[in-house]
Every structure is written in structure tokens, then in C-alpha cells.
């Protein structure tokens, strides 16, 4: 399986062969080493993976998750990543399907950061994407009680941490040595209604995955309707 974590905002291009974005039951992605190349530049790379019966060959550039999203989602196929190794790498349906939540959830990040969709855009497309996280209150390796939030550069402002993964929280709490930590999920909307049970907690934002490539900063106050 292909690790969409390290792929996800990579420039990439959907392969058509022949003007057809899908042969063999399967959607073929290139995973571009930089944006400079030309669209011929690139498409000569692609023939070079699909060797002398590759036919006449066109991109749509994108982004990788884009275009696994456009697998799984619109074609329901499974899919061939070319340009990360000299062999052509694989990926069933089967196996897209299982990780069906971190894609949209990537899918939704990379639009708001690119600015193609507003926050209140975003905040619809995650409601209901489950989030992890833990308490705000806890302690640190040394035993001392402590706020475990993130600050966003210079800024004064305060953010709640909450991740796509139990393992990404984990890894933060060892990052911050945080110990004894209790592990938690819950829907966008209703952390961000939560914030409002406690007044210490109610001018907090929210951050998303602050320690990775897809960190999403929801300010201080932004409150979703049903």
C-alpha cells in the first residue's frame, strides 16, 4: 500500500490513455519528482513506465490525493502509482477503500489550503470525520500540571490539538512528554461545541494534525451549524 501521509500533497498528474482516464478497470497516477516539467516532459516519463504499449499518452495535472480520490470515489478502481520506484506500484480497491476516511479528510485540507473552499466549506466536509484527541489539562513527564495547547507563530493565539489518527496523537503527546493522557474521538462540530462547556476553553481555536503537512488552523470562536 502506498503511504498517503508522505504522497498526499505531491504534485501528480491522472494519466490518460488514448483520452481515457481509466483502462484495464484501473486509474494510473504519476507522481511528479517537482512541478517544473513540462506536460511533455512528463508524459515522456509515463510512456517510459508503461513501456512500448503505453498508446498516446495526456495528463491533468493535480495533486496525489486528488487523484486517488478520483479512484476510489468516482471510479471505483484500483489504481497504479508511477514515477515512485523503477516498477509501476499497485494499489487495489480493496485497500483504497479502507483508508476512505483519511482521503477525504486529506482531500478536504489540501481544498482549504489551496483556497478552493471557504472554512465554513471545510468545517461541512469534516463534521462528521471522526478526530482524536485528549483533554486539554494533564501532565508532563515531570508531574506537573500543564495546558497542552499549540500557538500558531508569533501569535497569541491559543489551539486545541485533535488528529486524523490515534497514532498521530500519540505521537504528539511523546513530542510535548505528556504522560497519562487519556485517548478520545469525536466529530469536528462536536469538539468545537465542546470548547464551549468550559469559559477557559471557549476562546481556543482548533488545530488539525499541528505537528504535519496538513496542519489546519480553525480560528478562536468559529462555531458549525447543524
Known amino acids: 500500500m502506498i503511504d498517503l ?18 483502462w484495464n478497470d484501473t486509474v494510473f497516477a504519476y507522481v511528479m519528482p517537482n512541478s517544473n516539467s513540462s506536460d511533455e516532459e512528463v508524459a515522456a516519463a509515463i510512456k517510459s513506465n508503461l513501456g512500448a504499449n503505453a498508446g498516446t499518452v495526456s495528463i491533468q495535472r493535480d495533486f496525489f490525493i486528488n487523484v486517488v480520490f478520483f479512484a476510489v470515489m468516482r471510479e471505483q478502481k484500483n489504481m497504479i502509482a508511477l514515477g515512485l520506484d523503477k516498477e509501476p506500484v499497485a494499489v487495489n480497491l480493496a485497500d483504497l477503500k479502507a483508508e476512505l476516511s483519511l482521503i477525504n479528510q486529506l482531500s478536504a485540507i489540501l481544498a482549504y489550503k489551496r483556497k478552493a473552499i471557504t472554512l465554513e466549506q471545510f468545517a461541512q466536509e469534516m463534521k462528521n470525520e471522526v478526530l482524536y484527541f485528549s483533554t486539554p489539562f494533564g501532565e508532563d513527564d515531570q508531574g506537573n500540571n500543564k495546558l497542552f495547547l499549540c500557538s500558531a507563530n508569533e501569535s497569541r493565539t491559543a ?51 499541528p505537528q504535519n503537512q496538513c496542519n489546519t488552523a480553525i480560528p478562536p470562536m468559529f462555531r458549525m451549524t447543524v
Not at 501521509?5 to 481509466?22: E, I
Not at 505521537?171 to 469559559?199: M, P, W
Open 5 to 22: 501521509w508522505d504522497l498526499w500533497y505531491r504534485p501528480a498528474a491522472l494519466v490518460f490513455r488514448d483520452k481515457k482516464p481509466v
Open 159 to 209: 489551539y486545541f490539538p485533535v488528529f486524523l489518527s490515534e497514532k498521530n496523537l500519540r505521537t504528539f503527546c511523546e513530542t510535548v512528554h505528556r504522560r497519562g493522557y487519556v485517548i478520545l474521538k469525536n466529530s469536528l462540530q462536536q469538539i468545537l461545541s465542546g470548547l464551549d462547556a468550559n469559559e477557559r476553553l471557549q476562546e481556543l481555536g482548533v488545530v488539525i494534525e
